[in-house]
T-cell receptor, first 115, second 111 residues
Framework: NAGVMQNPRHLVRRRGQEARLRCSPV?????VYWYRQLPEEGLKFMVY????????ESGMPKERFSAEFPKEGPSILRIQQVVRGDSAAYFC?????????????FGPGTRLTVL | GQQVMQIPQYQHVQEGEDFTTYCNSS?????IQWYKQRPGGHPVFLIQ?????EVKKQKRLTFQFGEAKKNSSLHITATQTTDVGTYFC???????????FGQGTRLTINP
C-alpha cells in the first residue's frame, strides 16, 4: 500500500508567482488535512477536506490560499502571489473516518522556498 | 483560542538517560495523539490515547492521558540515539475533526 504522496518535494518560486502543491492520500482515505510547518516550529492546521468538500478551513489565511479535493485526482493547495513569509514545509495527511479513532498518515511534505 | 502547550521545547540528554515531554490543553480533549518527526522528515504516528487516565506502553515509551483529559505525557526510558527527533502531541478538541498540535519537544542525545 502506498502511503501519502506529495509533490513536488521541493518548490522554488519568486515573489508574486503561484505555488501548487499536490497530495494523493492513502488509497481508500477520503479525508485530507493540510498543515504548515515553519523551521523549528510545530505544525499549524490549515484546512480539512473530504471529497469535494471543505469541512474546516479555519487555519487558512483569508487571502491567496485555497484548497480543493476533487472527486478524481489529488488534493491541491494553491498559494497565489507568494510572498517570502510563505516559505515553509507544507504537509498533507490523510485518514479514514472512524469516529474519534482517526490516526493521520503524513506525506513527506513539500518544502516551499520563496525568493 | 484552542491551545495545546508542550514543554520543554528542547531537551538534551546523555544516552541512557530518561526523557519526558509534557502536553497541556486549555480545553478538554476527546483524544490525544503523539507523533515523532526525525530531522528533515515528516511526522509519524506513535499512539493515540482516548480514555481518561489511560496509560499505554510501547517498549521503552510510556504514554499517559490525564484524568481530566487535558494533559498528557510521553516518557522514554533509557534513551538511545535512535530516539533523536521532535516529539509532538496533538489533541482533538471534543466535537472537532482537526488536530491541534503542540509546539513539539526536540530531543537530542549525546552518545
Amino acid at each position: 500500500n502506498a502511503g501519502v504522496m506529495q509533490n513536488p518535494r521541493h518548490l522554488v518560486r519568486r515573489r508574486g508567482q503561484e505555488a501548487r502543491l499536490r497530495c494523493s492520500p492513502v488509497k481508500g482515505h477520503s479525508h485530507v488535512y493540510w498543515y504548515r510547518q515553519l523551521p523549528e516550529e510545530g505544525l499549524k492546521f490549515m484546512v480539512y477536506l473530504q471529497k469535494e468538500n471543505i469541512i474546516d478551513e479555519s487555519g487558512m489565511p483569508k487571502e491567496r490560499f485555497s484548497a480543493e479535493f476533487p472527486k478524481e485526482g489529488p488534493s491541491i493547495l494553491r498559494i497565489q502571489q507568494v510572498v517570502r513569509g510563505d516559505s515553509a514545509a507544507y504537509f498533507c495527511a490523510s485518514s479514514t473516518f472512524q469516529g474519534v479513532y482517526n490516526e493521520q498518515f503524513f506525506g513527506p511534505g513539500t518544502r516551499l522556498t520563496v525568493l | 483560542g484552542q491551545q495545546v502547550m508542550q514543554i520543554p521545547q528542547y531537551q538534551h540528554v546523555q544516552e541512557g538517560e530518561d526523557f519526558t515531554t509534557y502536553c497541556n490543553s486549555s480545553t478538554t480533549l476527546s483524544n490525544i495523539q503523539w507523533y515523532k518527526q526525525r530531522p528533515g522528515g515528516h511526522p509519524v504516528f506513535l499512539i493515540q490515547l482516548v480514555k481518561s487516565g489511560e496509560v499505554k506502553k510501547q517498549k521503552r515509551l510510556t504514554f499517559q492521558f490525564g484524568e481530566a483529559k487535558k494533559n498528557s505525557s510521553l516518557h522514554i526510558t533509557a534513551t538511545q540515539t535512535t530516539d533523536v527527533g521532535t516529539y509532538f502531541c496533538a489533541g482533538r478538541i471534543q466535537g472537532a475533526q482537526k488536530l491541534v498540535f503542540g509546539q513539539g519537544t526536540r530531543l537530542t542525545i549525546n552518545p
